[in-house]
């Protein structure tokens, strides 16, 4: 598991992922304002969550930060219904299961 593979899941979101390994905790960022968003997820390693989850927080992280910033939030545009196509999922499935098998697992 990767910063750029979590954050190609979630760029949907105006989110990305930061922290470095090993430090115990990973943070969500709002790219448009630079806020931090939502609370920390207390993992050392990304590979400690399946992509799936880091999506479930990332989401997570979008709502709090929207509570807490409302007038940040547009209008206009559902980011929670927001659903990835099927090309999408595909991709993100094959690549899970390509890295599950080369880890020998």
Known sequence: MTKSRINRAIKHLDLEICGERGEGSFYFR?????????????????NQQILGRWIDDATAAKEAFFREYPEERPADHDWATHELTYEEEEQL?????????ERGN
């Open 30 to 46: 709002h790219i448009p304002t630079g806020a931090k968003a939502g609370k920390s997820v207390m993992v050392c390693y990304l």
């Open 93 to 101: 499935r094959h690549e899970e299961q390509r890295r599950y098998e």
